[in-house]
């Protein structure tokens, strides 16, 4: 990925491939993040919805979109690391990809950081 090298962080195929694919799913959509985060976990109830959380969460950190106001700056990635935590033990056996991006999101969001239009390079 183009972004791995502009940010001097690789990623092995799995976690390059699910940044790929999250960006795909959520490309069009129109309600993105929610408004309050935080409620969005008392509203899921399968992976895929902590997984959604999650997502919301890593293109708020990585990107500065819609950033609510008065949360301290490492909200998003609390709150992320909390929802792909849960996408992991919400399926038995526990899905290990979700629980290593749980302990990997900080990574994840320094290369998403640099597909955003407009970030100079040494900015990260």
Not at 18 to 39: E, G, S
Not at 53 to 82: N, P, S
């Amino acid at each position: 990925m183009e972004s791995e090298g502009k940010s001097q962080v690789f990623l092995d195929q799995e976690l390059e491939a699910y940044l790929v694919h999250m960006m795909a799913r959520n490309f069009r959509k129109t309600q993105f993040p929610p408004d309050i985060v935080c409620l969005e976990f008392s509203r899921a109830k399968t992976k895929d919805d902590y997984r959604d959380i999650g997502d919301c969460c890593l293109f708020v950190d990585a990107w500065d979109v819609k950033r609510a106001r008065l949360v301290e700056r490492q909200y998003y990635e609390k709150m992320g690391q909390i929802a792909y935590a849960r996408a992991a033990i919400a399926t038995r056996p526990a899905d290990e990809l979700f629980d290593r991006i749980a302990r990997q999101f900080g990574l994840l969001s320094r290369v998403l950081r640099v597909l955003k239009p407009g970030v100079p390079h040494y900015a990260l």
